[in-house]
């Protein structure tokens, strides 16, 4: 064989080699058997602890400031008559040595000139009623007692009703508390609704007796006023002579002021609601009978 042959026969021969190298390589791969997991639902009892926190309820004190504005009140005005004159006419009374010491603590707060005349009580009224049917207004304010001339008064136009001045904050202090006065004092100030006046002082007729001529009489104290005449008349017998029974006011201008408690206690008043005189009714007779008796 030629050299020529032999290496025809030499490629031909690692031709195929290498061909049955690669016809194995591409042959079918040898089954492999592989077992797949089966999933398998299976339930799970876990225990949890879990730390519950223990609620606990606590009251909470909380402060809570509120700021508040006030509306500004105007300051009260004491000298707005500041300059002017008023002149009061007083009795001798105990009311009247009681307000004097205060007249300049007034004229020093509210620049007021304050003039005063004092009187009798009889001089006083009588100086009064003059001055008011005259119209003079010398006096400009004077005690006057209600249940004595109040109507008649009031009636005349003698008064000045004070309502309109007690309700302007212009004109009353807010401090001044009219209700203060109660409403017994105050009613008998007052006609169809007009207060005429102011209550200065509440006073009411008092007995004082002697003990020792009660004793003597061999009396007790009278507990009505049917018993104070027979009670006075005993006593009167029995104390010395020139004593007299009971003392009583008596001048013209007091004998109401008087006479009033015996009207009352014999459960009647001056007048109806309608103003009408009730003296002649049989309860102020027997009180005019007893007063008189005395």
Known sequence: MSGKAKRRAFALLALMVVLSMVL????????????????????????????????VEKPVVQTVVIEITPTPVPEFNWKQRAGETITLGLSQHPWTNAILPYIPQFEELTGIKVQYQIFAEAQLRDKMLIALQAGSGEIDLWPSLKSREGLKYFRAGYYEPLNKYLEDPNLTPPGYN???????????????????????????????????????AGIEFPKTMDDLPKAA?????????????????????AVAYTLGPFIRNYGCDWRDEKGNSQLSSPNCQRAIQAYVDL
Request: proline share 10%; net charge negative; charged share 25%.
């Open 178 to 216: 009219l209700d203060d006065f109660g409403a017994g004092p105050l009613g008998g100030e007052t006609f169809d609704g007009q207060i005429v006046g102011i209550p200065t002082i509440v006073e009411g007729p008092a007995i004082f007796y002697r003990k020792d001529l009660f004793e003597k």
């Open 24 to 55: 194995s390589a591409c042959a079918a791969p040898t089954p492999v058997v592989v077992e797949k997991e089966k999933v398998v639902e299976k339930p799970v009892i876990q225990t949890v602890v879990v730390e519950k926190e223990k609620v």
């Open 233 to 253: 008349e005993a006593c009167m017998k029995a104390a010395p002579e020139g004593t007299y029974g009971v003392t009583l006011r008596g001048l013209p201008p």
